[in-house]
């Protein structure tokens, strides 16, 4: 890192906690129809990562440096969107990961945005990116699933990895989200919430935050 990147970070790391922004400027129920509509990357350059770490450190920290309950729940609400923010996939006319140096820059320049706390604009970004897209997954078939089940026992075989082998093998099917039992047993494991989360305006309270390198 150069010296002149290193001072930006830390001016923004010790810039005043969410300075000029309120509750109005994002609200939970925008985080959660952004993240069912956009999905986000199962993979990122290595050389991104670094810059990702940082913003998640700087959110964290400022959750963790709250100055009352209102500002800690709006730190909450960016640090629970930024996922969303920066790690979405790209949508039509967007860097693919076939064109990595796009793609990096176009996460370092979501990075950067964020580090300015301009996260509104970034989830209007990512709306409009995909909103006329539909994300389905299209679940493979029983026979599918054991085919591939089949393919990675015997790669980890051929490794002499016997036990992931047998784990490849032993693995339960992928469930269909489509089915009666399916939904009832979600239901059972995660019920509804016993009040709306757009109420929650106050948090008890919150682990320290650990001790960040970048930040100090």
């Given at each position: 890192m150069t010296p002149e990147t290193q001072s930006t970070h830390t001016d923004i790391a010790e810039r005043p906690p969410l300075a000029g922004l309120s509750q109005t400027d994002?609200?939970?129920?925008?985080?959660t129809q952004t993240r069912k509509i956009v999905p986000t990357m199962d993979w990122v350059p290595n050389a991104d990562k670094s810059e990702i770490s940082r913003a998640f450190a700087v959110y964290l920290k400022r959750v963790n440096s709250a100055r009352s309950s209102s500002e800690q729940s709006l730190a909450i609400k960016y640090l629970f969107a930024l996922p969303t923010a920066i790690l979405r996939k790209s949508g039509r006319k967007e860097p693919s990961r076939r064109n990595r140096r796009s793609l990096s820059n176009a996460i370092r320049e979501?990075?950067?945005?964020a580090l300015n706390w301009e996260l509104?604009?970034?989830l209007a970004e990512a709306r409009?990116?995909?909103?006329?897209?539909?994300?389905?997954?299209?679940l493979p078939s029983p026979n599918d699933q054991a085919k591939s089940q089949q393919r990675r026992a015997?790669?980890?075989a051929q490794k002499g990895e016997y036990r992931r082998a047998l784990a490849a093998l032993m693995s339960a099917p992928i469930a269909d989200t489509a089915d009666t039992e399916v939904q009832n047993e979600?239901?059972?494991?995660?019920?509804?919430p016993s009040q709306p989360v757009s109420s929650i305006t106050h948090i008890d309270s919150l682990p320290p935050a650990p001790a960040y390198p970048c930040l100090t």
């Amino acid at each position: 890192m150069t010296p002149e990147t290193q001072s930006t970070h830390t001016d923004i790391a010790e810039r005043p906690p969410l300075a000029g922004l309120s509750q109005t400027d994002i609200s939970w129920d925008t985080i959660t129809q952004t993240r069912k509509i956009v999905p986000t990357m199962d993979w990122v350059p290595n050389a991104d990562k670094s810059e990702i770490s940082r913003a998640f450190a700087v959110y964290l920290k400022r959750v963790n440096s709250a100055r009352s309950s209102s500002e800690q729940s709006l730190a909450i609400k960016y640090l629970f969107a930024l996922p969303t923010a920066i790690l979405r996939k790209s949508g039509r006319k967007e860097p693919s990961r076939r064109n990595r140096r796009s793609l990096s820059n176009a996460i370092r320049e979501r990075c950067r945005k964020a580090l300015n706390w301009e996260l509104p604009g970034l989830l209007a970004e990512a709306r409009e990116a995909f909103r006329d897209c539909k994300h389905k997954r299209t679940l493979p078939s029983p026979n599918d699933q054991a085919k591939s089940q089949q393919r990675r026992a015997i790669a980890r075989a051929q490794k002499g990895e016997y036990r992931r082998a047998l784990a490849a093998l032993m693995s339960a099917p992928i469930a269909d989200t489509a089915d009666t039992e399916v939904q009832n047993e979600l239901a059972r494991l995660h019920p509804a919430p016993s009040q709306p989360v757009s109420s929650i305006t106050h948090i008890d309270s919150l682990p320290p935050a650990p001790a960040y390198p970048c930040l100090t």
